[in-house]
Structure formats: C-alpha cells, structure tokens
C-alpha cells in the first residue's frame, strides 16, 4: 500500500540520520550538518520519494545512494582501502582542513567510509570501500560524481601471491597493471540442467589492462624510501571474481573445476605476482572516465599469503607494512601534479 511505502521511505531517511549522528561517525563543520538534517526533516515532510534521477546516477538529498557523499566532501586524491581499520590506520597521518576543526568522516550505510583532511598540504581523502569488483564499481562513479576536476586513486589492499620466490609481508605493486579472471557461468551446469557444460572453459581470462605509469612510478619511489627496496615487488596482478572458485581454492561443497586456473594465469602472464578482487575494476574504469586521463590509478597491496607455499604474514607485520606502505602511497599522491 502506499502507507506501508512511505513509512519504508521514511525509515531509510531516518536511518541514515541516525547513523550520520552516531558515535561521532560525522564529523564535519556543524552549520553543514545541521543543515543537511534541516533538509532530510523537511523531504519527510513532503513525502517526496526516497532518491532521485533512477536511471541516472541516483541521489537522496544531494548525497549519491550508496557511498553517502555530498559534493566536495572528497579529494581528488584517494587512497582507496578494503578493511575499515586499515582506513582508520591512514586517516591518522591527516589534518583538519580547518584550525581546530576535525579531519572530515563519513560512514555510509552501504559499507563505505570516507576520512578528509590535509597530508602535506594536499587535500586528501581515504575511503574503505570492502571488497570486490562492484564495490570498487559503485565507489569510483560515484565519487567521480562529487569530485571536481581531474582525479588520482590507488588502492592498497591485501593480496595472495603466486611465486613461490616472493616472501609474504612485502607490498606488491601491480607496475603492469591487471588482468581479470571471471567464472564462466556457461561451463557449469545447473542442477536440472543434465548438460554437462563441456565446450566452454571454466574461467575467462582478460587482456591486461594497465596502471598509469606515472602515478605507478611514484608509488615504487616512496615505497622504497618508506618500506625499502628488498620489501617491493613490481610486476602483473590477477583481479578474481571471487576469493574462492576464481581463485583456485578448493571447496568440496561447489563444483568449480578450478584445478589449473592458476596454472593458466601464470601461463599466458609469467610476469604474475599478485592476486586479489579489486584492481582490475579501477584501473578498467579509469581507461574508460571520459575526458580521458580524467581519472588516474594504479594499486598496491600487501603479499599476504604464498599460494605455492603456503606461507602467510603475521599480524604485527600485517599492520607495519600496511602503515608504512599506506603512507608511501599518501606520499605519492600528494606529490603528483594534477
């Protein structure tokens, strides 16, 4: 009924007030805040509908729907991260944009949280963003939405590696940019379906696409400077479609046929040293940003776990590496010229 919608509409505006004011998650200058709440009370009082512009790039209230953000509120630089904690970790090497204020936060009810300040005079932003290809989709255009002007982002997340030579608790840095590997649905047959997919492969296997060579350049002379050089590792990474079946990790309860997805990986790209399930989405959608060269990206993460070895970091490690790797990235961007 059209009571029950509105009281559904109004849920989710109140919702997001609540978690705007919770726990201090927002901070920002108060006349804004108050301002953006003065506009959520007087939408539920119109019983306006709960975003905008559908089949466009959807907004409630100016902010856009899923990362939760009002033009401006975020740099054009960008480290975007997977983990929450490893955001909060970066966000300490920010300063308030203004004296004595508090450097910008926003968590978003969709998973995303965004910390603004000043890392060296530059503005610059941080955003936990979780993890997988659509996260990364939705991030990127929207924020591209509430960004003026040119763009830098690199992601610095955790990662597998496939060597067997490449020690965990180093930072890869994906210096040649990224393939993606897709489980090919076709190949798997449903349960009434008495095909046995034969004909088609069991994963598809993109061409590389690549990291911007200057901002890329950047980042493996910082990360040398704070990390050292024997701790960086350069070369192709491999964006999964997810941690499990694309991946090649068995699980006896899901036929993925996944037994030589690595082996092949590595095949068609010797050059192969990391895994993960985020790159190639940012790097493809920066080569796609009209104008081109618009959006600017490249990625880094932390060897985490040997695939061949079996070997993976300890959480002291973890956290030094993502600490100092993140503040090499941070370095990097603030010294590029946009």
Known sequence: SSSRTQRLLQSKVLSRKRSNRAAAMVQGPDAKRQRTEEKEEEHLKRGASVYSDTNGMPRAEGRVLHVGLADGE????????????????????????????????????????????????????????????????????????????????????????????????????????????????AAFPLKDDHKNGSGHEGYLISAPCPSDAELTQGIVKMMNEEVGASNVVQGMNATA?????????????????????????????????SMEMETYMLLHLAQCARPAGSVRASAAAVNVANRQTGDV??????????????????RALAAMSL
């Open 74 to 185: 975020i740099a054009n630089r960008i480290v975007i991260v997977g983990h929450v904690q490893r955001a909060e970790l970066l966000a300490a090497f920010l300063e308030p944009e203004e004296e004595g204020g508090k450097v910008f936060c926003l968590a978003s009810d969709r998973g995303y949280a965004t910390y603004t300040g000043l890392f060296r005079g530059q503005r610059l932003s941080v955003v936990s963003i979780g993890m997988g290809l659509v996260m990364v989709d939705f991030f990127l255009r929207e924020a591209r939405q509430v960004v003026k002007g040119p763009m830098a982002v690199v992601r610095f997340g955790t990662c597998g590696v496939l060597p067997s030579t490449v020690e965990v608790g180093t930072i890869s840095v994906a210096a040649e940019g990224s393939v993606l590997v897709q489980r090919n649905y």
């Open 241 to 273: 479609d997810s941690f499990y079946g694309s991946q090649g990790r068995r699980d006896p309860c899901f036929p993925d046929a996944n037994e030589d997805v690595i082996a092949e990986v590595t095949r068609r790209h010797p050059s192969m040293v």
């Open 313 to 330: 970091v300890g959480a002291a490690r973890l956290q030094a590496m993502e600490r100092d790797g993140g503040k090499a990235i941070m």
